[in-house]
């Protein structure tokens, strides 16, 4: 399942954008990948049984180099990720930014190209 809305990455992560890499008219942030339900209301039974994952996008128009992928891409690949792997009623998101932001130290380990407007979150 890749929606174009919320899981094309290429979109700003925020309205203010001037202090994000050229991207996408569009915007994107992090609760709206966290929040969203793959499995539409929508969906019969058996059309829900064949959604099998989820999957983010990231064309690459404006993308000018890896720090620029890294950055237009996490976190919100972590938010998808627990999509994936999470039950929707056992999703928390205020949750999510706290252990994000304890998490994030990895990605700084790792030299990881990120977004940090969730630092601001509570």
Known sequence: MTPGKPYYFNAYEDE???????????VTTLSEVYNYDPILPRL????????????????????????????????????LSETGWSPGELKDYKDFIQ?????????????VNYSKYFMNEK
């Open 16 to 26: 203010e954008s001037e202090i994000t890499p050229l991207a996408y008219e569009d």
């Open 44 to 79: 019969n039974k058996k059309e829900a049984e064949n959604i099998m994952g989820v999957q983010a996008n990231l064309w690459a128009e404006y993308v000018v180099n890896g720090e620029v992928a890294e950055y237009m891409t996490f976190p919100r690949l972590c938010a």
């Open 99 to 111: 252990r994000l932001k304890i998490n994030s130290k990895q990605l700084d380990v790792l030299h």
